[in-house]
């Protein structure tokens, strides 16, 4: 399960997992999460149990964050037909494996060691250092963990680890394939080349709707309708509940000193500084001002000037500056104040200082603080009776109905709704639930089915009904003309060009004629390109152009694209090596990346050998029965 948490750690949804570091780490211990009812196990892994339930909601989970090929979340029937749920459950029976061996052999992850490993994932903390609980809150509904199982299998897969690692060690890359690596990529080719424009394809005429829906049929996945869903939705907010909750006035003051700071603006000043590498010249130069020279005398002297001496418009407490550039009157010049890269002299040109909201001004967002936390706790305590009368009718009016007096469910019907919450006009639909879990809730749900109880990261309990589904489709001709109009105008451009670009090139090669030579008789201009890299491409050669550069020989033509809608003909000049300022580094280096990678490698065949040794029995007739893929 890890392993999604590290492909993901660049991204949004990793930064906010160290938040789980200010959790309670008395939730540490459960019992292994893979252990089921013995009744109902689809797998047995030695003596650890997969049940259907644990099964079931393992594969919702990755389903979640695995989209399908438009975009959208897969539903369980689509990962069925895959096979996917197969692999689902051989990745769960390798982990347990896996951890078995490694608790047999007696390793264990002491509490410490977690907390380490949850620090050591990329990119957890904010920008700031502190954590968005919004955002882990989010992060963890949008992977479908909780707290807790996050926190256990954490420690599970740093048992795995400790046990993996061991087939990891004593494999380094040989140093010839290094060498060689390195060659490969400090070569670069330099080019002669022309640019033909579009202009030289000529006239194209328009195209019937004959060629347009062909055009169409054959870039369906540039002119295909996205699935659509009917659905009917029941949500409750804190919202819909803080009108009726009453806050005591004693209260709401109470609230407003303990975050007083909420509404504070803190003082600014517009400040300008002279650097001076030793205390006593910053004394010497503080004394020429009490002598009556100006602070623009002081920079004159060392050739500043007033963009030089800017520092710009901080607040107070900035770390940056020295706390004493606070203390002094506005236009006034400090006594010398060591800085950051020595001492300097700061003077206060504009100062603008700090303010607090009145009670009164901000007693209304005070209140509704207060009324929303009420709301949300109420909402809590509800979710159990909410969930109940939901379960007990598909009909979510009647389910409103049931809980009438006690809370209102808001009932809403959306028409058609794609993957990116838009309606079938590509508009993006108005007053959803926040969060992506919402929407991968609707196209996880099968159709006549609903969902089971979400919430949103703003603490919005809701439900989905699926009613119907539109398949995707084809667009019409009419729906499109514009776009596939343009766009079959441009392959066509692009074919008379390329057609050009061969001609000219079978011609060069039969002739002999020179780089020069071509371009003269195009009535183009000849460009010769900066040494060309591997994998990269240029302004006016893109990269897949340069791939096909570096298979060619020195002195051979290649044509391909340039800038859009452009083709590039182009004559190999020269091939050689990028000169390194430290080759015996740049081995290190690809040596250690290729020694990573074998050491990946044996540790993959380690795990899979300990799953060979294991008793493994798979319940192949309840996997089926249950809807599950074959073997």
Do not use: C
């Amino acid at each position: 399960m890890l392993e999604t948490l590290r492909a993901a750690s660049k991204s949004w949804v990793a930064a906010i997992l160290i938040g789980m570091l200010i959790l309670s780490f008395a939730i540490w211990g459960i019992n292994d999460i893979f252990r089921g009812n013995k009744a109902t196990w689809l797998a047995k892994v030695g003596d650890t149990e997969i049940d259907q339930r644990t099964f079931d909601t393992e594969l919702r989970q990755r389903l979640r964050r695995m989209p399908g090929p438009d975009g959208r979340p897969m539903t369980v029937a689509e990962a069925q037909a895959q096979g996917i749920d197969r692999v689902v459950l051989e990745s769960m029976i390798a982990d347990i494996a896996v951890l078995q061996e490694a608790r047999r052999m007696g390793l264990t992850a002491s509490d410490q060691m977690v907390r380490d490993g949850i620090a050591a994932i990329p990119g957890l903390l904010g920008p700031d250092g502190n954590i968005d609980q919004q955002r882990l809150q989010q992060g963890l509904y949008d992977m479908g963990l909780s707290e807790a199982q996050f926190v256990e299998l954490m420690r599970e897969d740093l048992i795995r680890a400790q046990l993996l690692q061991t087939a990891q060690v004593g494999a380094p890359a040989p140093r010839t394939l290094a060498v060689a690596l390195a060659a490969y990529e400090n070569e670069r080719r330099v080019v002669e080349y022309v640019v033909l424009p579009v202009e030289k394809a000529g006239e194209i005429p328009a195209p019937d709707d004959a060629a347009l829906e062909a055009f169409i049929a054959a870039n369906p996945e540039s002119y295909t309708a996205p699935e659509l869903r009917a659905v009917h939705i029941a949500t409750v907010a804190p919202e819909d509940l803080m009108a009726g909750i009453e806050i005591p006035e004693d209260a709401v003051k109470a609230e407003y000193e303990a975050t007083i700071h909420k509404f504070e603006t803190l003082e600014t000043r517009e400040l300008q500084q002279i650097v001076y590498p030793r205390k006593e010249e910053a004394e010497a130069a503080r004394k020429l001002i009490d002598e009556g020279k100006t602070f623009e005398d002081l920079a004159a002297a060392q050739k500043l000037t007033a963009e030089d001496t800017a520092l710009g418009t901080l607040s107070k407490g900035d770390p940056t500056v020295p706390a004493g550039a606070f203390e002094i009157a506005e236009g006034s010049v400090s006594q010398p104040l060591e800085g950051p890269f020595g001492w300097v002299l700061i003077r206060a040109v504009k100062v603008t200082p700090g303010s607090v909201k009145p009670y009164e001004e901000v007693r209304g967002e005070v209140r509704d603080s207060l009324a929303r936390a009420q709301a949300i706790y109420r909402i809590a305590e509800m979710r159990d009776q909410i969930d109940d009368a939901l379960a007990a009718t598909d009909d979510l009016a009647g389910a409103a109905e049931t809980l009438k007096g006690t809370v209102t469910l808001k009932l809403r019907e959306i028409p058609a709704i794609d993957a990116q919450g838009q309606d079938a006009s590509g508009k993006p639909i108005e007053g959803l639930p926040d969060g992506s879990g919402f929407i991968a809730d609707i196209f996880a749900t099968e159709p006549g089915d609903k969902s089971g109880l979400g919430e949103t990261p703003n603490n919005v309990l809701y439900v989905v009904h699926v009613d119907a589904v539109t398949p995707p489709a084809l667009r019409t001709v009419e729906s499109v003309r514009a776009d596939v109009t343009a766009a079959w105008i441009a392959v066509e451009q692009a074919k008379k060009l390329k057609a050009l670009a061969d001609e000219t090139i079978k011609t060069a090669n039969e002739t002999g004629l020179a780089a020069a030579d071509v371009a003269k008789a195009l009535g183009l201009d000849l460009h010769t390109s900066e040494p060309l890299q591997r994998g990269a491409g240029t302004a006016d050669i893109l990269a897949p152009t340069v791939a096909e550069i570096f298979k060619a020989k020195a002195g051979a033509w290649v044509t391909g694209l340039g800038a859009p809608p452009a083709i590039v003909i182009a004559r190999v000049k020269e091939v050689t090596a990028m000169p390194q300022p430290d080759p015996k580094g740049q081995e290190r280096e690809i040596r250690a990346a290729e020694t990573r990678a074998i050491a990946d490698a044996m540790a993959d065949a380690y795990r899979q050998a300990i799953v060979a040794a294991t008793d493994i029995r798979i319940d192949e007739a309840r996997f089926k029965a249950a809807g599950a893929s074959g073997p």
